[in-house]
């Protein structure tokens, strides 16, 4: 039977505080995602410091989640290149791995929008860039988003996918358009969002200077 924790329901008052709602998750998992080519794959081994995410506050510390770096060698067999931990004290929500062995990770288990919600690692296990919330978002846009006991549902739960160039991630953001388009080689962004009809792009949260989209040109 597939265990799955829940949270209760805390009850706020109306026009005070945003409305939350209870969180369902299903207990982390080892998991495994290949690439398209499937010439690499990575697999995350859970963490067990249950006492760094929100919602588990006196719960024990312990190891971050790691991940092991799986490489296609020329007799078919896949060799362990890299095992490395992860920025995760439990799990990534959702992870990824490019033909060139690059992987990203996003968000934290049981806890979206909180902590490294993007982060980028080389085909060694090195990070290269980390991102947060307040990184990616103004506050007062990232208080809009809808909240749940221990989440703040900042992207869709479906629709990031690394592109057909398997140099850029895509990440959907809401209905309207908006989204992500990360560079994974190195975690730059361009953020881009329809405004008087137009598709509009920041490459910035400081400094937002808006400009039509262009397409990353990244050397192979």
Known sequence: ????????????????????????????????????????????????????????????????ATAEFYRLEKD???????????????????????????????DNWHNMGYGKVAVFYSPDGKPIRAYELSDLFMKSESDGFRRSVSSIWWRKATGAYVREDQDTLYITVNDSGAG???EVANGSYQYCETRNGSSLCRNS????????????????
């Open 1 to 64: 039977m597939k265990r799955c924790f829940r949270l209760p329901i805390v009850l706020l008052a109306l026009g005070v505080l945003p409305l939350t709602y209870a969180d369902d998750w299903p207990a982390p998992q080892t998991r495994e995602v290949f690439s398209r080519s499937r010439s690499y794959f990575v697999r995350v081994n859970p963490g067990k410091s249950w006492g760094d995410t929100v919602g588990f506050s006196g719960a024990a510390k312990g190891p971050f």
């Open 180 to 182: 992500f388009v990360f």
């Open 76 to 106: 078919r067999s896949y060799r362990l290149a890299a095992t490395a931990p992860l920025l995760n004290p439990v799990a990534p929500v959702d992870f990824f791995v490019t033909d060139r062995g690059l992987l990203v990770t996003l």
């Open 205 to 220: 949260n400081m400094r937002r200077n808006w400009t039509p989209y262009r397409e990353p040109k990244i050397g192979h």
